[in-house]
């Protein structure tokens, strides 16, 4: 099983390496809040998978805090786009 | 023999999880514009938290902990739509470039960026005129009161 951990580990490590390049190259803001909310969500599958490596289950609750955070900046990142200040991008 | 293949499931189930993650994150990286990068993101992502949560409900197989996954699952399946459609919204509005290749873009011109008003293009003159925007109007109101 050990294997497996690393595997899933290591996939999703490269997933935030990917994820990390969109959001420095991202042309526009919008581009870069969507690759942030994504960040998220892997931040999310990477606590479940360390609540499994760990065999500790209060892992699940720091996943549902990052989930209900990610939203909350997602919507605040949004309102502030349409209806906010100044742009320059 | 039963640990052995649930075991196997919950390898099964991790391995797709972070397989689905990094496609969403290949995704984000190589689609061309913010809506085609929102459709990979939204979809492969939330379904790889989805499997990565099964996997923790096997592996603890305990009730509170399959409660507390479930929720996450629901969580994700919820919101993120939500946030989807407000960035993609927001996105749009703002004058993010869409890819050369769209076929079609329905809301072209139909959004009055100073009121915020957007139109359907079926509505009568009277209705048209009663939408125009009076310029007198301020838009950023100073004080609370009307």
């Keep these: 099983m050990h294997i497996v951990?690393?595997?899933t580990f290591?996939?999703?490590s490269i997933a935030f390496v990917l994820i990390f390049i969109r959001l420095i190259l991202g042309p526009t803001l919008p581009d870069r809040?969507?690759?942030l909310e994504l960040l998220a969500t892997v931040a999310v599958a990477m606590t479940g998978t360390y609540?499994?490596?760990?065999?500790?289950s209060s892992f699940i609750d720091v996943a549902?805090?990052?989930a209900l955070t990610a939203f909350l900046g997602a919507i605040g990142f949004a309102r502030f786009?349409?209806?906010g200040g100044p742009r320059d991008d | 023999m039963i640990e052995y293949i649930l075991d196997w499931i919950i390898a099964i189930l991790m391995l797709s999880g972070g397989m689905f993650t990094l496609l969403a994150a290949v995704g984000i990286l190589r689609l061309p514009d913010l809506l085609t990068r929102m459709?990979?993101?939204?979809?492969?992502?939330a379904l790889g938290v989805a499997l990565m949560m099964a996997a923790a409900m096997l592996h603890f197989n305990d009730l509170v902990v399959i409660a507390k996954a479930l929720a996450v699952v629901m969580f994700i399946f919820i919101t993120a739509p939500i946030a989807a459609h407000a960035i993609?919204?927001?996105?749009?509005f703002v004058g993010v470039p869409i890819w050369v290749k769209t076929v079609k873009d329905e809301l072209f011109n139909r959004y009055d960026s100073d009121t915020h008003r957007l139109r359907s293009g079926l509505e009568t003159p009277e209705e048209l005129a009663a939408l125009k925007p009076s310029k007198d109007k301020p838009r950023i109101r100073v004080s609370t009161k009307k």
């Design chain 1, 81 to 83: 786009l349409e209806r």
């Design chain 1, 10 to 12: 290591g996939l999703l």
């Design chain 1, 64 to 66: 549902i805090v990052a």
């Design chain 1, 5 to 7: 951990y690393l595997l």
């Design chain 2, 39 to 45: 459709h990979a993101s939204t979809k492969a992502g």
């Design chain 1, 51 to 56: 609540a499994i490596f760990t065999d500790r």
């Design chain 1, 33 to 35: 809040v969507v690759a």
């Design chain 2, 88 to 92: 993609g919204r927001a996105g749009y």
